[in-house]
């Protein structure tokens, strides 16, 4: 049987089994693909519909927080294998009046990539992963659907000196984590992500394929932070590989309020933005069992680091800015820059650098708990009594329920102006500060929702105001939603100016220009200026 008959059958099929009233967009959009792409059996193998068996395991292998439901799952999955393909969805969405969702890794906090109450199709960009580095002239080519994790391997693979700088998570996909800044722990040395982009090619909403040159500086500058979702389909970026020494130093020490905790987190707000620009002393706080008293609960600090350089140049520096901490070499651990990646992801010490992509594959197809995130930032410290505050409301809810991570700005990230690219966070920001909560039953969903709001709201004295700025990849729609269907500028100002602060209406300007029926869109993206309200 010709392909061509194949696909025939199957666009038939499709039209007589859907129900009715929601049919005739989808079998039309079908059927434009079909028009599309007459010969070519890629296409029928990357649909997926609710008639396939499949499409729940497409569906459901990138979810990493069962706290997002909806009744409104995609009528199509498109799982496109080459750029034309994706021109020709757009085309077909658009011509048929479909909504669709960018899917790369799948971890957007609120599932903006996956859900819609509108009748809508994934483009999941999941068999667009390839990465190309060229060591010599220290640059890469990066596919959107592949993950961090996928990234630092292949650089590792070519090089022991080069790196990229972004997230810790290795299942992360790249296409949105690039384009909503990308903090990582090396970022007080070469700053974000998006500040390391020196290309991309981006699918616009008439199906153009454009890359920096032909899409333009406004545009360009946009997707570097604004969030590429807003302005067009990112199929890849180029990016500039970084140098690093053969050898990094890490370290995990944790404390406890009896070993003084809280005298400790309160100067570390003091010297982290200031220390080395090689070294990035990471935060993390959690409540749970003390090792000291029984049957008690106590406020455990983790200081977690990445250094450039040997223990021996480390050691120090420590010692000049934070003695209090009493780090001895003992606790210090000398190891490769792609080593350090699985340190910090929480992988056991040991595991084959080989057997990576492997790992990080199956790791992304597990489902986690409950969850929901925040972010502030902090730019003068918080003080002994606001910490102590910060620990009570820990004991209101379950133990390791809970974790705040401290994330220390200054070095390279100050040396950006805040319009530089449309990620605004650079000087004057001593720490940015992420709220996780996790859960495990969806009865407790109200219970766990209603303390981290609490907890943000206790936290408005000791942040950033007018605005309360926020971390676009840590996305929360608490901070405002756009209106169904188009949205006017006023109501996404409400939250716009939160992640972008000035860059909000710079951002509006280019959406006006590059898709002004706002084609790309989702409860969070930016609104062309002629959308009404």
């Not at 439901?69 to 994706?86: G, L, V, W």
């Not at 809508?120 to 190309?132: A, G, K």
């Not at 766990?448 to 942040?463: D, G, Q, T």
Request: a positive charge.
């Amino acid at each position: 049987m010709t392909t061509f008959k194949k696909l025939t059958i199957f666009l038939f099929l499709s039209l007589c089994l859907s129900p009715s009233w929601a049919n005739n967009t989808h079998n039309d959009f079908l059927e434009c693909l079909h028009h599309k792409f007459r010969n070519s059996n890629s296409v029928s193998q990357g649909i997926y519909t609710p008639k396939n068996s499949s499409y729940s395991t497409i569906y459901n292998s990138f979810l990493s927080n069962r706290r997002i439901t909806s009744d409104s799952k995609p009528s199509i999955i498109f799982t496109p294998s080459d750029e034309s393909q994706i021109q020709a969805a757009i085309h077909c969405s658009k011509k048929h009046d479909l909504q669709i969702r960018i899917r790369g890794g799948g971890h957007d906090y609120e599932g903006l990539s996956y859900i819609s109450e509108t009748l809508f199709v994934i483009i999941d960009l999941r068999n667009l992963r390839s990465i190309s580095i060229d060591t010599k002239d220290k640059t890469a080519w990066i596919q959107a659907g592949a993950t961090l994790g996928e990234v630092y391997y292949r650089i590792a693979e070519k090089s022991k000196t080069l790196a990229f700088v972004a997230g810790v998570c290795p299942t992360v996909g790249v296409g949105g984590h690039f384009s909503g800044g990308g903090y990582g722990m090396m970022s007080r040395k070469f700053g974000t992500a998006a500040d390391n982009i020196i290309d991309a090619k981006l699918i616009d909403a008439n199906g153009k394929i454009h890359d920096r040159e032909s899409m333009g500086e406004d545009l360009f500058w946009a997707i570097r932070g604004g969030g590429g979702t807003s302005f067009g389909l990112i199929t890849s970026w180029k990016v500039k590989l970084l140098d690093i020494p053969e050898k990094v130093t890490v370290f995990n020490v944790t404390r406890t309020l009896e070993q003084n905790a809280t005298q400790l987190v309160y100067k570390w707000q003091h010297i982290a933005h200031k220390v080395d620009d090689n070294l990035l002393l990471r935060l993390f706080l959690k409540s749970s069992k003390s090792p000291f008293s029984r049957g008690q609960r106590t406020i455990h600090a983790f200081f977690t680091t990445l250094f450039l350089g040997g223990v021996d140049e480390l050691l120090p520096e420590m010692q000049k800015s934070f003695p209090e901490l009493g780090l001895v070499k003992e606790d210090c651990i000398e190891m490769s820059w792609i080593e350090s990646i699985l340190f910090f992801a929480g992988f056991p010490k040991g595991i084959p650098i080989e057997l990576l992509p492997i790992i990080w594959k199956f790791t992304s197809n597990n489902q986690t708990s409950f969850f929901k995130g925040k972010s502030d930032y902090v730019q003068r410290p918080i003080s002994i009594n606001g910490l102590e505050g910060i620990w009570k409301l820990f004991n209101q809810v379950g133990e390791n329920a809970a974790e705040l991570q401290f994330s220390p700005y200054g070095g390279e990230l100050s040396e950006f102006s805040e319009s530089e690219t449309p990620f605004p966070h650079r000087a004057g920001n001593i720490f940015m500060i992420h709220y996780g909560v996790n859960w495990e039953k969806m009865e407790s969903s109200e219970k766990h929702l209603s303390w981290i709001r609490k907890l943000y709201e206790y936290m408005a004295r000791y942040v950033s105001k007018s605005p309360r700025a926020a971390y676009f990849n840590y996305r929360d729609l608490d901070l405002g939603v756009n209106n169904k269907g188009n949205t006017s500028y006023a109501q996404a100002r409400i939250w716009g100016e939160k992640y972008f602060k000035n860059n909000f209406d710079r951002l509006v300007k280019v959406k006006t220009k590059v898709d002004p029926t706002n084609f790309f869109r989702n409860e969070q993206s930016i609104p062309p200026l002629l959308s009404k309200a």
